[in-house]
């Protein structure tokens, strides 16, 4: 008898078999795919909201200070290079000065030895071509990125936790964070490669539900034949997306990395957790056969050509610093000795960024990250005009309220993780360690200068692991009335804190001009100073 013949031949479904088919499929997929919240204009207008809020925060007074702000010495010249010549230029030795006076003649020939990759310069310069070379126009691009992250952190928590609540509370908090606030006010790359770990983050979340969606109406479908491994899902766009995200944040800094190799870990675990929550018994037949052939196309040769793809500048130019290496060298191959150039670039970059020492006060190891140890103050005056003297400055410092108790909820999750094995927990402490515990090493066994900003690519995850923690103390949705209100309370209590504290410490995030006497109010370590 043929497959056909078979199907042709079986008997009808009876209404009470299709109804309990039905039941066992809705039932199925909630265990896979939670429910989300039901269809309401807050689904999109409470995170734009909390959004519009951040906005302001950002692009409210942008161009103050009218100075060039810590490293934007490096990068405002170099994305203005780029526009103008689509290649970094080395720039005259006075440029800080007409930088600010608004003179765009400050390039003195030659291609410029950079230490890091183009992408997040070229983001730099869409603001300084809409805008002009002004504090502003090299300040935009960055103040819409970490406005974006707010958007985005956001609707990944209420992804993740099923709550429009708890997703408002995220992008609330990231919203209020010091350190996230003064990256989005100064042209440096690290707010950068945050947002794109975020948006690969984000993409491979939705993934997740969409592929464990299928695999519950695969598994209803095969009914009690569930001894294989599962179907093949074939590739899944949404992570071959991620893998373009991870791309651009490696092509923005190479400690986006580290995520590549996490995220990759990430994907397996929670196809390995699908077929298992389906019922399949041959999961890891059924996850190497179906998953993990695409893994390296989605985080392989995907981030390799957006990363090249990011240096078309220097591949079209002959002016890029190191463009006819290959050829000096007796390689003229098409193609292939340009490639051969950039590499031996790439190589001179990987060597002096691992050899990177500096003297400046402002070092710190990343154990002292979380507890805000040593902040980096990226600008400081003192003007004239107040009794005692005036201070004006940009602290690059997380929010006490926020960094603090992210601590405290890091221990949380991990040990919920270990105890229930909730992939929340898992995640967003996998999301820390990619962006966190690489620095150690290069601390301990190459003495490499690192500072505490670098930590801002991993803030959303603390911000996410804030939030789980928040959702535990409110309670689930069947918890008693009372049981819910004195969460609430305790939740509400929490977010005022955070924003009195950031309040408070706003004037040194955004170059107001207070008596020096406020301003040493607000140093309550001699650390901070």
Same mark, same amino acid.
């Given at each position: 008898m043929t497959a056909m013949q078979a199907f042709e031949e079986a008997p009808p479904v009876s209404p009470a078999g299709a109804e309990r088919d039905s039941e066992r499929s809705s039932w199925l $997929?909630?265990?896979?795919? !939670?429910? +989300?919240p039901p269809a309401s204009v807050w689904g999109w207008a409470g995170p734009l909201l909390v959004t519009l809020f951040g906005g302001f925060l950002r692009f409210y007074r942008l161009g103050v200070p009218k100075a060039v702000v810590f490293d934007e010495t490096y990068y405002a010249p170099d994305a203005y290079s780029i526009l103008r010549h689509g290649v970094e230029l080395n720039h005259v030795k006075n440029v800080n000065?007409?930088?600010v006076a608004g003179n765009t003649h400050i390039f003195s020939g030659g291609g410029e030895?950079? %230490?890091?990759? !183009?992408l997040g310069k070229v983001a730099i310069a869409v603001?300084? /071509?809409m805008f002009g070379l002004t504090p502003f126009g090299w300040r935009f691009a960055v103040a819409v990125v970490g406005t974006a992250s707010i958007l985005m952190t956001a609707r990944i928590t209420r992804r993740m936790t099923r709550s429009t609540l708890l997703g408002c509370i995220a992008g609330l908090l990231l919203a209020l964070d010091g350190l996230e606030l003064v990256l989005s006010r100064t042209a440096i790359l690290d707010l950068f490669v945050m947002f794109w770990v975020l %948006? %690969?983050?984000?993409m491979l979340v939705i993934d997740r539900d969409a592929a464990r969606a299928r695999l519950a109406d695969a598994a209803v479908d095969a009914g009690a034949y569930l001894a294989g491994g599962g179907p093949k899902l074939g590739i899944r766009w949404r992570r071959v997306l991620a893998g373009v995200f991870l791309g651009c944040a490696c092509a923005t800094k190479w400690n986006g990395i580290w995520y590549i190799i996490a995220f990759a870990g990430l994907t397996i675990a929670w196809d390995l957790g699908a077929r298992r929550a389906a019922g399949y018994r041959s999961r890891i037949p059924g996850v190497l056969r179906s998953d993990v052939k695409w893994l390296p196309v989605s985080f392989g040769l995907v981030p390799i050509a957006t990363y090249l793809a990011s240096w078309s500048g220097w591949f079209a130019t002959s002016q890029g610093y190191g463009r006819d290496w290959a050829a000096q060298n007796g390689n003229h191959t098409p193609i292939w000795s340009a490639l051969d150039s950039l590499y031996q670039y790439n190589r001179s970059m990987l060597a002096f960024g691992l050899g990177l020492t500096s003297n400046t006060g402002y070092v710190s190891n990343p154990w002292t990250w979380l507890v805000l140890g040593r902040p980096v103050s990226f600008f400081y005056a003192a003007p004239k005009g107040c009794p005692g003297g005036c201070s004006q400055e940009v602290l690059a410092i997380g929010t006490p309220a926020i960094w603090w108790t992210a601590s405290l909820a890091l221990l949380f999750c991990l040990v919920w993780w270990i105890a229930r094995r909730d992939w929340r927990a898992g995640a967003v402490l996998l999301g820390v360690?990619?962006? /966190?515990l690489p620095w150690f090493w290069f601390a301990w066994h190459d003495r490499r200068t690192e500072f505490y900003f670098y930590a801002i690519v991993f803030l959303p995850f603390l911000v996410m692991a804030i939030t789980l923690c928040l959702g535990l103390i409110i309670g689930p949705v069947q918890a008693a009335p009372g049981r819910r209100a004195v969460g609430a309370v305790i939740v509400g209590v929490f977010l005022l804190l955070v924003l009195a504290n950031f309040g408070y410490l706003y004037p040194i995030l955004t170059a107001k001009v207070i008596p020096y006497s406020f *301003?040493?109010? $607000? +140093? *309550?370590f001699n650390s901070w100073i």
């Open positions: $997929r909630d265990r896979l795919v !939670p429910p +989300m000065a007409l930088l030895y950079v %230490a890091h990759p !183009p603001g300084e /071509w %948006a %690969a983050f984000g360690a990619a962006g /966190w *301003w040493h109010q $607000r +140093m *309550w």
